[in-house]
C-alpha cells in the first residue's frame, strides 16, 4: 500500500511541475523559543485553481528541521508532500502579482516602446541625410543653372541639412536618456526582487490537490535552528535591611534569516532536540589501567566570586528603565509544568534575524532576603555579601547571570544557580570594601624544626575582621589546615580559636558578630611532621 501512495505521489509531482508554480509570502505571526531553537507560526493566503498545483512559500526560515513542519489547510485541500529548500531556482520565481514589481515592469515596457520610436525617428532623419548627401551634384552635373536658382539650392540644402543633423541629435541625445532610465529600472527591479528574498533564501514547495478554486488560507509552524534564549537578571538592593528588587529577563537571539515584525513571543526552558530515550544502565567491568589524576577537589573553601567588570553603568537610565518596564511585566504569564517553564507574553515584539541579543522584560519581583558577609582571607583579602532566599523555588528562577546594583552603585555580575539542590539560594551581592580584613602569619608562633629523620613545621596566623559600616553585620569567616593522604605526613591542628572544623576537608568555619566599627581577632594554628629528606610541594 505504501507504495502505491508513493508511486501515485511521485507521478503527481512530475504532472504539477510541468504547470506554472503559485508563489506567495509567509508572514510571521508568533515564536515560541526554546533554549537552542525556536518554533515560528506563520500563515499565509493564496488563489488557487481546482485541481493540483504546486506552492512556493517565500520568507520561512533558512534552516528548518523538515520533519516538524505542520500545514492547516481548509478540508478541501489535500496536502500530497512538503519539502524544504534554499535553492530553488525557476523562471518563474520573481512574484509578478507583486504591486512594486508591476510597476516598474510596466515603466520597463514603455521606456522600451519610446527607445524604439527614438530609434526608429534618428534612423530616419539619417538616412535623410545620406540621401541629401548623395545628391550633392547639380542636377546631376548639369551647370546650366542660373545664379539665382543656385542659390536657392544651396540654401535648401544648408537649411535642411541643418535642420536633420539637429533632429538626429535630439533623438540620439533622447535615446541616451531613455537607455539610462532603462538601466535604472532595471536595477531598481533587481532591488525589489532580492529585497523580497533579503532575508530568507529558505522556502517550502507544497504539492496540492483543491476541490475547489479560490482563495485559502494556510497556516505553518516548524522547529528551526536559528534562535535560542538565555535568562538574565538584575539584582537592586538598597542596604542590607532592604527585600532585593529582581528584574527578571530574557535575552533572545535569533539569525533565522526573517526578521520578526509584531510577533506574539513565548520563551520556554524546554528542549524540543533533547533525546528522550531512557537510559539503560548496563554492566560494568572493572578492569587494570592508568589511574587519571586530571581532577582535584577544592572542598567547600572555594566560592563563586562576582566577575567585577569595569564598563560604564549608568544607574540613572537604569531606575528609568526598570521604572518603564515595570508595566510590561504584568503582560507576562509564567506557566510550569513537571516538564519546563514557558513565559507567555501579549506584548508584540520587534526582533531583527541579526544574531544580536534582544532584551525582553519577563517579570519584576521582590525577593525577601537574610543578608551576610562571607569572607576567605586565605584566598581573598575582601568580603562578600550574601543574600539568602529562602523557597526560591516557587519563583520559576532558571540558572543565568546577573547585573548586580547595591546602594545605588554598579558592583559587578554574578550568577543564579537555580538548580541547586539547597533549600536556600545564596547570592552573592558583591565585595564591601567597608570590611576590613587580615590574614598575617605570626612569625613567634610558627618555625621549623629537624627530630633525628623527620622535619616538623609550625604555621601560625592571625585573622583579623574589622567592621567599618554603621551597622552590625553577621559574617561567616573561613580557613584550612591541610589534610594529609600520605602515612609518612601527619598533622595536627593546635588552635581552631573555636572554629568549627570539617575534618574531611579541613575547612574551618567562624559565625561571627560584629557591631560598627568593632574588630576581632582569630587564631589558627597547625603542625605538620614528614621525613626530613623530602620535600612537600604545596605546603
Known amino acids: 500500500m505504501k507504495k502505491i501512495i508513493v508511486g501515485f505521489t511521485l507521478f503527481i509531482s512530475a504532472s504539477l511541475f510541468a504547470q506554472k508554480p503559485i508563489f506567495t ?100 532623419y539619417s538616412k535623410t541625410i545620406e540621401l541629401l548627401d548623395k545628391n550633392q551634384q547639380i542636377s546631376g552635373g548639369n551647370a546650366s543653372l542660373s545664379v539665382a536658382e543656385l ?71 516548524y522547529l528551526t535552528q536559528g534562535a535560542s534564549w538565555q535568562p538574565f537578571y538584575d539584582l537592586r538592593a538598597e542596604n542590607i535591611s532592604s527585600p532585593i528588587d529582581m528584574l527578571y529577563k530574557g535575552q533572545v537571539t535569533q539569525n533565522t534569516g526573517i526578521d520578526w515584525k509584531k510577533i506574539k513571543l ?85 526582533i531583527s534575524s541579526n544574531g544580536k541579543a534582544h532584551s525582553v522584560v519577563l517579570k519584576e519581583i521582590k525577593l525577601p532576603a537574610s543578608y551576610k558577609y562571607y ?15 529562602n523557597d526560591y523555588s516557587k519563583f520559576n528562577l532558571l540558572p543565568g547571570e546577573a547585573n548586580i546594583i547595591f546602594e545605588g552603585t554598579y558592583v559587578g555580575k554574578t550568577f543564579i544557580n537555580a538548580n541547586a539542590t539547597a533549600d536556600t539560594l545564596n547570592l552573592s551581592m558583591g565585595r564591601d570594601k567597608k570590611i576590613s580584613i587580615k590574614r598575617e602569619k605570626v612569625v613567634d608562633k ?39 593522604t600520605d602515612k609518612d605526613i601527619t598533622i595536627e591542628l593546635l588552635d581552631k580559636d573555636k572554629a568549627s572544623a570539617n575534618e574531611e576537608t579541613g575547612v574551618l568555619t567562624w559565625k561571627i558578630d560584629l557591631k560598627p566599627n568593632e574588630t576581632k581577632k582569630f587564631r589558627i594554628s597547625y603542625k605538620v611532621k614528614y621525613p626530613k629528606d623530602k620535600t612537600i610541594e604545596n605546603l
Do not use: C
Not at 537510559?279 to 578492569?287: C, D, G, K, V, Y
Not at 569572607?375 to 532566599?389: G, S, T
Open 266 to 350: 513565548t520563551l520556554s526552558s524546554g528542549n524540543p532536540n533533547q533525546s528522550n530515550v531512557t537510559p539503560i544502565l548496563r554492566a560494568w567491568f572493572l578492569r587494570f589501567g592508568s589511574l587519571n589524576h586530571g581532577y582535584y577537589n577544592r572542598g567547600d573553601l572555594a566560592l563563586n566570586y562576582i566577575q567585577s567588570k569595569s564598563a560604564v553603568y549608568d544607574i540613572k537610565e537604569k531606575d528609568k528603565l526598570a521604572k518603564e518596564v515595570a508595566s510590561i511585566s504584568d503582560y507576562t504569564t509564567i506557566s510550569e509544568n513537571q516538564l519546563n517553564v514557558t513565559f507567555d507574553i501579549d506584548i508584540a515584539y520587534d
Open 151 to 221: 542659390m536657392k539650392l544651396v540654401d535648401y540644402y544648408n537649411t535642411k541639412r541643418t535642420e536633420l543633423s539637429n533632429l538626429v541629435n535630439t533623438y540620439t541625445e533622447k535615446q541616451n536618456l531613455l537607455t539610462e532610465k532603462l538601466e535604472k529600472l532595471k536595477a531598481r527591479l533587481e532591488i525589489n526582487t532580492k529585497n523580497e528574498e533579503k532575508t530568507s533564501k529558505g522556502k517550502l514547495i507544497l504539492q496540492v490537490m483543491n476541490e475547489l478554486a479560490g482563495n485559502i488560507d494556510l497556516d505553518i509552524n
Open 375 to 389: 569572607a576567605v582571607p586565605k584566598m581573598e583579602k575582601e568580603a562578600f555579601l550574601l543574600a539568602e532566599i
Open 446 to 484: 610558627s618555625g621549623t624544626k629537624f627530630l633525628s629523620s623527620y622535619k616538623e613545621q609550625v604555621f601560625t596566623y592571625d585573622l583579623i575582621v574589622r567592621n567599618n559600616k554603621k551597622e552590625s553585620i553577621n559574617m561567616i569567616l573561613k580557613d584550612q589546615y591541610p589534610i594529609s
Open 25 to 124: 509570502t509567509a508572514k510571521v505571526n508568533a515564536a515560541t523559543v526554546y533554549v537552542n531553537s525556536a518554533e515560528l507560526f506563520q500563515s499565509t493566503s493564496v488563489n488557487l485553481p481546482k485541481g493540483t498545483s504546486e506552492i512556493i512559500i517565500k520568507n520561512v526560515a533558512d534552516y528548518v528541521n523538515e520533519s516538524t513542519v505542520q500545514i492547516n489547510a481548509p478540508k478541501n485541500i489535500t496536502v500530497l508532500s512538503v519539502q524544504f529548500t534554499k535553492n530553488y531556482i525557476s523562471e518563474y520565481e520573481i512574484d509578478e502579482s507583486n504591486p512594486t514589481i508591476k510597476k516598474v515592469r510596466d515603466s520597463i515596457d514603455f521606456v522600451n516602446k519610446e527607445i524604439n520610436r527614438t530609434y526608429n525617428q534618428r534612423t530616419s
